[in-house]
Protein backbone atom coordinates (compact mmCIF):
# COMPACT_ATOMS: atom_id res chain seq x y z
CA UNK A 1 0.00 0.00 0.00
CA UNK A 2 1.47 3.34 -0.78
CA UNK A 3 0.59 5.63 1.92
CA UNK A 4 0.37 9.59 1.69
CA UNK A 5 1.86 11.84 3.31
CA UNK A 6 -0.37 15.04 4.72
CA UNK A 7 1.44 18.57 5.36
CA UNK A 8 2.70 17.77 8.61
CA UNK A 9 4.03 14.74 8.09
CA UNK A 10 5.72 16.17 4.97
CA UNK A 11 7.41 18.79 7.20
CA UNK A 12 8.80 16.25 9.55
CA UNK A 13 10.07 14.35 6.60
CA UNK A 14 11.48 17.42 5.46
CA UNK A 15 13.40 18.29 8.44
CA UNK A 16 14.87 14.71 8.64
CA UNK A 17 15.86 15.15 5.00
CA UNK A 18 17.45 18.45 6.05
CA UNK A 19 19.25 16.97 8.71
CA UNK A 20 20.55 13.90 6.17
CA UNK A 21 21.72 16.50 3.95
CA UNK A 22 23.81 18.15 6.58
CA UNK A 23 25.34 14.98 7.42
CA UNK A 24 26.28 13.59 3.88
CA UNK A 25 27.76 17.18 3.24
CA UNK A 26 30.28 16.86 5.95
CA UNK A 27 31.35 12.95 5.35
CA UNK A 28 32.21 14.50 1.79
CA UNK A 29 34.62 16.82 3.83
CA UNK A 30 36.63 13.64 5.55
CA UNK A 31 36.73 11.43 2.30
CA UNK A 32 40.09 11.51 1.56
CA UNK A 33 43.22 8.67 1.04
CA UNK A 34 44.17 6.82 4.26
CA UNK A 35 40.55 7.41 6.24
CA UNK A 36 39.30 3.97 7.31
CA UNK A 37 35.37 3.04 6.18
CA UNK A 38 34.86 3.02 10.17
CA UNK A 39 36.40 5.92 10.94
CA UNK A 40 33.44 7.58 8.61
CA UNK A 41 30.70 5.58 10.35
CA UNK A 42 31.93 6.71 13.50
CA UNK A 43 31.79 10.56 11.75
CA UNK A 44 28.64 9.91 10.39
CA UNK A 45 26.75 8.50 13.18
CA UNK A 46 28.14 11.60 15.73
CA UNK A 47 26.60 13.71 13.55
CA UNK A 48 23.20 12.18 13.16
CA UNK A 49 23.02 11.36 16.79
CA UNK A 50 24.10 15.35 17.16
CA UNK A 51 20.93 16.38 15.16
CA UNK A 52 18.76 14.55 17.31
CA UNK A 53 18.53 11.55 14.53
CA UNK A 54 18.75 8.26 14.94
CA UNK A 55 20.79 5.76 12.24
CA UNK A 56 18.58 3.70 10.78
CA UNK A 57 20.36 1.63 9.21
CA UNK A 58 22.28 0.24 12.18
CA UNK A 59 20.49 -2.59 13.24
CA UNK A 60 18.05 -2.88 10.00
CA UNK A 61 17.76 -6.98 9.37
CA UNK A 62 20.88 -7.16 11.45
CA UNK A 63 22.97 -4.75 9.32
CA UNK A 64 25.82 -3.93 11.74
CA UNK A 65 26.89 -0.10 11.02
CA UNK A 66 25.15 3.46 10.64
CA UNK A 67 26.58 3.72 7.11
CA UNK A 68 26.99 1.83 3.50
CA UNK A 69 29.74 2.37 2.31
CA UNK A 70 31.05 0.67 -1.18
CA UNK A 71 34.30 0.98 -2.87
CA UNK A 72 34.55 0.65 -6.62
CA UNK A 73 33.49 -2.86 -7.55
CA UNK A 74 31.63 -2.82 -4.57
CA UNK A 75 28.02 -1.45 -5.52
CA UNK A 76 26.09 -1.14 -2.35
CA UNK A 77 25.89 -2.43 1.27
CA UNK A 78 29.64 -1.91 2.01
CA UNK A 79 30.29 -2.61 5.70
CA UNK A 80 32.56 -0.11 7.00
CA UNK A 81 35.58 -1.63 8.77
CA UNK A 82 38.98 0.18 10.53
CA UNK A 83 41.12 -2.47 8.39
CA UNK A 84 39.70 -0.92 5.07
CA UNK A 85 41.46 2.82 4.35
CA UNK A 86 40.62 4.47 1.13
CA UNK A 87 43.05 4.55 -1.71
CA UNK A 88 44.08 7.67 -3.75
CA UNK A 89 41.96 6.56 -7.50
CA UNK A 90 38.82 4.70 -5.63
CA UNK A 91 35.45 5.84 -5.91
CA UNK A 92 33.60 5.54 -2.68
CA UNK A 93 29.92 5.43 -2.05
CA UNK A 94 28.20 6.57 0.90
CA UNK A 95 24.59 5.75 1.53
CA UNK A 96 22.78 6.44 4.66
CA UNK A 97 19.51 6.53 6.13
CA UNK A 98 18.03 8.44 9.56
CA UNK A 99 15.62 9.19 11.19
CA UNK A 100 14.32 12.50 12.79
CA UNK A 101 11.03 12.20 15.32
CA UNK A 102 10.02 8.80 13.74
CA UNK A 103 10.44 10.17 10.15
CA UNK A 104 12.68 9.18 7.94
CA UNK A 105 15.15 10.03 5.18
CA UNK A 106 17.39 8.44 2.73
CA UNK A 107 20.25 9.50 0.42
CA UNK A 108 23.44 8.66 -1.37
CA UNK A 109 26.55 9.69 -3.27
CA UNK A 110 29.72 8.90 -5.04
CA UNK A 111 32.93 10.73 -4.47
CA UNK A 112 36.39 10.60 -5.75
CA UNK A 113 39.17 9.80 -3.19
CA UNK A 114 41.96 11.79 -4.13
CA UNK A 115 41.87 12.01 -8.19
CA UNK A 116 40.44 9.52 -10.08
CA UNK A 117 40.26 7.94 -13.66
CA UNK A 118 38.31 10.29 -16.75
CA UNK A 119 36.75 7.07 -16.31
CA UNK A 120 35.39 6.58 -13.35
CA UNK A 121 34.53 10.35 -13.34
CA UNK A 122 32.42 9.99 -16.05
CA UNK A 123 30.20 7.12 -13.91
CA UNK A 124 29.71 9.28 -11.47
CA UNK A 125 28.54 12.15 -13.87
CA UNK A 126 26.37 10.13 -15.63
CA UNK A 127 25.06 8.15 -12.59
CA UNK A 128 23.80 11.67 -10.98
CA UNK A 129 22.41 12.73 -14.40
CA UNK A 130 20.62 9.33 -14.53
CA UNK A 131 18.71 10.49 -10.99
CA UNK A 132 18.28 13.60 -12.59
CA UNK A 133 16.65 12.13 -15.27
CA UNK A 134 14.71 9.67 -13.20
CA UNK A 135 13.78 12.51 -10.79
CA UNK A 136 12.19 15.02 -13.12
CA UNK A 137 9.66 12.46 -14.21
CA UNK A 138 8.55 12.15 -10.67
CA UNK A 139 5.29 14.71 -11.22
CA UNK A 140 1.67 14.34 -10.60
CA UNK A 141 -0.28 12.14 -13.42
CA UNK A 142 3.27 10.62 -14.43
CA UNK A 143 3.99 6.43 -13.82
CA UNK A 144 6.61 5.06 -11.53
CA UNK A 145 7.89 3.09 -14.60
CA UNK A 146 8.73 7.07 -16.30
CA UNK A 147 11.09 7.13 -13.80
CA UNK A 148 12.67 3.89 -14.20
CA UNK A 149 12.77 4.68 -18.13
CA UNK A 150 14.50 7.18 -17.71
CA UNK A 151 17.41 6.11 -15.83
CA UNK A 152 17.83 2.88 -17.86
CA UNK A 153 17.95 4.57 -21.14
CA UNK A 154 20.25 7.12 -20.04
CA UNK A 155 23.08 5.00 -18.37
CA UNK A 156 22.38 2.36 -21.39
CA UNK A 157 23.10 4.90 -23.79
CA UNK A 158 26.32 5.30 -21.92
CA UNK A 159 27.22 1.75 -22.47
CA UNK A 160 26.88 1.11 -18.68
CA UNK A 161 24.57 -1.44 -16.71
CA UNK A 162 21.79 -0.71 -14.78
CA UNK A 163 21.75 -2.80 -11.71
CA UNK A 164 18.67 -4.79 -11.46
CA UNK A 165 18.44 -6.91 -7.90
CA UNK A 166 17.80 -3.71 -5.49
CA UNK A 167 15.51 -1.00 -6.44
CA UNK A 168 14.28 2.33 -5.33
CA UNK A 169 11.29 2.51 -2.84
CA UNK A 170 8.86 4.65 -0.66
CA UNK A 171 9.67 5.76 2.95
CA UNK A 172 8.10 7.15 5.30
CA UNK A 173 7.74 6.05 9.42
CA UNK A 174 9.45 2.96 7.65
CA UNK A 175 12.46 2.98 5.34
CA UNK A 176 11.29 0.95 2.97
CA UNK A 177 8.18 1.24 2.05
CA UNK A 178 5.80 0.66 -1.04
CA UNK A 179 5.73 1.11 -4.12
CA UNK A 180 9.42 -0.09 -5.31
CA UNK A 181 11.15 2.04 -7.78
CA UNK A 182 12.87 -0.02 -10.18
CA UNK A 183 15.94 1.52 -12.62
CA UNK A 184 15.05 -0.18 -15.52
CA UNK A 185 11.14 -0.69 -16.86
CA UNK A 186 9.02 0.71 -19.24
CA UNK A 187 7.22 4.45 -19.74
CA UNK A 188 3.75 4.16 -18.73
CA UNK A 189 3.60 1.59 -16.96
CA UNK A 190 3.37 1.25 -12.51
CA UNK A 191 1.47 3.52 -10.18
CA UNK A 192 0.65 6.39 -11.06
CA UNK A 193 2.69 9.49 -9.23
CA UNK A 194 0.54 11.41 -6.82
CA UNK A 195 1.14 14.65 -4.19
CA UNK A 196 1.64 13.06 -1.17
CA UNK A 197 3.79 10.29 -2.37
CA UNK A 198 7.65 9.99 -0.91
CA UNK A 199 9.82 7.89 -2.41
CA UNK A 200 13.74 7.24 -3.01
CA UNK A 201 14.94 7.87 -6.73
CA UNK A 202 18.04 5.88 -6.59
CA UNK A 203 20.46 4.95 -9.43
CA UNK A 204 22.78 1.92 -9.11
CA UNK A 205 24.56 2.37 -11.88
CA UNK A 206 27.90 -0.30 -13.15
CA UNK A 207 30.63 0.83 -15.68
CA UNK A 208 30.62 -2.71 -17.22
CA UNK A 209 28.03 -5.77 -16.75
CA UNK A 210 24.76 -5.19 -14.52
CA UNK A 211 25.32 -8.33 -12.79
CA UNK A 212 26.33 -8.21 -9.21
CA UNK A 213 26.74 -11.21 -6.37
CA UNK A 214 26.88 -10.54 -2.67
CA UNK A 215 30.09 -11.50 -0.52
CA UNK A 216 30.04 -14.08 2.37
CA UNK A 217 29.86 -11.17 4.82
CA UNK A 218 26.17 -11.49 4.09
CA UNK A 219 25.44 -7.77 2.87
CA UNK A 220 28.36 -6.35 0.45
CA UNK A 221 27.08 -6.77 -3.49
CA UNK A 222 29.70 -6.78 -6.00
CA UNK A 223 29.78 -6.47 -10.05
CA UNK A 224 30.21 -9.49 -11.51
CA UNK A 225 33.19 -8.50 -13.46
CA UNK A 226 34.53 -6.17 -10.98
CA UNK A 227 34.48 -3.22 -12.52
CA UNK A 228 33.14 -0.11 -10.82
CA UNK A 229 29.75 0.86 -10.02
CA UNK A 230 28.22 4.52 -8.66
CA UNK A 231 24.70 5.53 -6.90
CA UNK A 232 23.25 8.41 -6.14
CA UNK A 233 20.13 8.43 -4.14
CA UNK A 234 17.55 11.60 -2.38
CA UNK A 235 14.44 11.24 -0.78
CA UNK A 236 11.59 12.94 -2.92
CA UNK A 237 8.00 14.48 -1.86
CA UNK A 238 5.34 14.95 -4.67
CA UNK A 239 4.11 18.26 -3.35
CA UNK A 240 0.34 19.51 -3.37
CA UNK A 241 1.49 21.48 -6.61
CA UNK A 242 2.05 17.79 -8.11
CA UNK A 243 6.29 18.65 -8.50
CA UNK A 244 9.04 16.31 -6.69
CA UNK A 245 10.92 18.44 -3.77
CA UNK A 246 14.25 17.26 -2.62
CA UNK A 247 13.53 16.87 0.55
CA UNK A 248 17.44 15.33 1.01
CA UNK A 249 18.48 18.14 -1.45
CA UNK A 250 17.29 21.42 0.79
CA UNK A 251 17.59 24.90 -1.40
CA UNK A 252 16.80 23.01 -4.74
CA UNK A 253 15.31 24.72 -7.49
CA UNK A 254 14.14 22.86 -10.31
CA UNK A 255 13.55 26.46 -12.52
CA UNK A 256 17.37 26.55 -12.04
CA UNK A 257 18.61 22.98 -12.65
CA UNK A 258 16.57 23.99 -16.16
CA UNK A 259 19.20 26.34 -16.79
N1 LIG B 1 20.03 3.14 2.44
C1 LIG B 1 19.64 1.91 1.78
C2 LIG B 1 18.59 2.18 0.72
O1 LIG B 1 18.85 3.01 -0.08
C3 LIG B 1 19.31 0.80 2.65
C4 LIG B 1 20.42 0.43 3.55
S1 LIG B 1 20.42 -1.23 3.85
C5 LIG B 1 21.02 -1.26 5.42
O2 LIG B 1 17.53 1.64 0.64
F1 LIG B 1 21.03 -2.47 5.76
F2 LIG B 1 22.18 -0.70 5.46
F3 LIG B 1 20.22 -0.59 6.20
CO1 LIG C 1 20.02 4.60 0.70
CO1 LIG D 1 17.09 3.91 -0.55
Not at 189 to 197: D, S
Not at 204 to 223: C, E, F, N, P, Y
Amino acid sequence: MISIKNPIQLAKMRSAGHLLYDVLMAAREVIRPGITTMDINAFVEEHIRKGGGIPTELGYCGYPASICASIDDEVVHGIPSKDVALKEGSIISIDVTLALDGWQADSCFTAPVGRISAEKQKLIQVTEECFWRGARQAVNGNRIGDISYAVQSFAEANGYGVVKDLTGHGIGKDMHEDPAVPNFGAPGHGPRIRPGMTFCVEPMIAMGTWKVHQLSDGWTMVTNDHAPAAHYEHTLAITPKGLPELLTLPGFNWKEQEE
